[in-house]
């Protein structure tokens, strides 16, 4: 079992910058991949970033590469989505998600790939 806890969202105008975490439970942190998918109001979740066991491989979603960055820490059971340049259009729950896998540098987009899910973060972009 894996628990997830999303901090650092926030209230920021258009251009701004945030920080998001995610705290894992657990000894195991390291044998999962990790993603950040995202939920804005009355639209279907979207994939944002995922990463892999071993931080060696990330993919990001078109809408946000070049503005954001995922990193983990697996010594502190901890990823990071660091958000740059923010559009009004980011404005969304933020969830992190923790997939199991044997595969180091393997990531996963895919929402129900994922076995463990974060409560989430609200981040609110105003233009």
């Known amino acids: 079992q894996v628990q997830l806890v999303e901090s650092g969202g926030g209230l920021v105008q258009a251009g701004g910058s945030l920080r998001l975490s995610c705290a894992a439970s657990g000894r195991t942190f390291s044998s999962y991949a990790m993603g950040w998918f995202r939920q804005a109001p009355g639209k279907e979740r979207e994939f944002v970033v995922a990463?892999?066991?071993?931080?060696?491989?990330?993919y990001y979603a078109d809408s946000v590469k070049g503005r954001f960055t995922i990193s983990r820490d697996n010594a502190k059971n901890a990823v990071y989505l660091q958000m740059n340049s923010l559009k009004p259009e980011d404005t969304a729950v933020y969830y992190c998600?923790?997939?199991?896998?044997?595969?180091?540098?393997?990531?996963?987009?895919?929402?129900?790939?994922?076995?463990?899910w974060g409560q989430g973060t609200q981040v609110t972009v105003s233009s």
């Open positions: 998600a923790a997939k199991f896998t044997y595969l180091i540098g393997r990531y996963y987009y895919t929402g129900d790939d994922y076995d463990y």
């Open positions: 990463i892999s066991r071993s931080g060696s491989s990330t």
